[in-house]
């Protein structure tokens, strides 16, 4: 079946580390996104990709890091410059049309 | 810009009982509209969404929603609930010269009491 796959599921970080979060899609989908989701806010876009080896800022780029080196993978490296790095987080793709998007079934990141 | 409210964060509604969420929305140009459920610690799942054409939109699960030009508006609904409907619901919005990226509400969450 075609759809979005995110690992790990659950991630746990020390202080100062990078960690990378892997999003792999298999929709023969063009675009693809991060989203950060906290209690209360909704979701809120990080990076996206409308095209191999290309990528844009979202509305909270800061302390985060992407590369879309082929059509299926768009992974996520949170840095150590990202404050307040714990939240969940959501993957998507659509096709160029827009009518929507696929989500993954998120990883949630925990600094300890 | 589209921007997105969700007029209720919290709705407890009594199993069997019809439930509506509210949702407006601010854009100057035609957009397209979406509802999605998120169950607890899972990803977003499509209920339905408007394109254009009927204003009423039939979805998943037993859910509709009704686009209201004049109000911006696209409110969810759902005659009877079950207790699996209790999830977060999220609104959203998309059009061509934001490249359809969607923006979100900030959600409702649904709790269905028997």
């Known amino acids: 079946d075609g759809g979005i796959t995110q690992s790990p599921k659950y991630l746990f970080r020390k202080e100062g580390q990078n960690v990378t979060l892997s999003c792999e899609q298999n929709?023969?989908?063009?675009?693809m996104y991060w989203y950060r989701q906290d209690p209360g806010q909704g979701l809120r876009l990080i990076y996206y990709?409308?095209?191999?080896?290309?990528?844009q800022k979202g509305d909270i780029a800061e302390g985060y890091s992407v590369s879309r080196e082929k059509k299926e993978s768009f992974p996520l490296t949170v840095t150590s410059a990202q404050k307040n790095p714990t939240a969940f987080y959501l993957c998507?793709?659509?096709?160029?049309?827009?009518?929507?998007?696929?989500f993954g079934s998120g990883t949630r990141l925990t600094v300890v | 810009a589209q921007s997105v409210t969700q007029l209720d964060s919290q709705v407890p509604v009594f199993e069997e009982a019809p439930v509506e969420l509210r949702c407006n929305y601010s854009?100057?140009?035609?957009?397209?509209l979406f509802w999605y459920v998120q169950y607890p610690n899972q990803g977003l799942q499509l209920l339905l969404k408007?394109?254009?054409?009927?204003?009423l939109v039939k979805g998943i699960n037993g859910f509709e929603a009704e686009f209201n030009k004049s109000q911006t508006s696209f409110h969810l609904r759902k005659p009877s609930v079950h207790i699996s409907d209790t999830a977060e619901y999220f609104c959203?919005?998309?059009?061509?010269?934001?490249?359809?990226?969607?923006?979100f509400g900030a959600g409702t969450t649904v709790t269905v009491r028997a």
């Open positions: 998507a793709s659509s096709d160029r049309v827009g009518y929507g998007y696929t």
């Open positions: 929709l023969n989908h063009d675009a």
């Open positions: 959203a919005v998309s059009h061509r010269s934001n490249d359809y990226k969607l923006s």
């Open positions: 990709s409308q095209i191999v080896n290309d990528f």
């Open positions: 408007y394109l254009s054409g009927s204003t």
């Open positions: 854009s100057s140009v035609s957009v397209y």
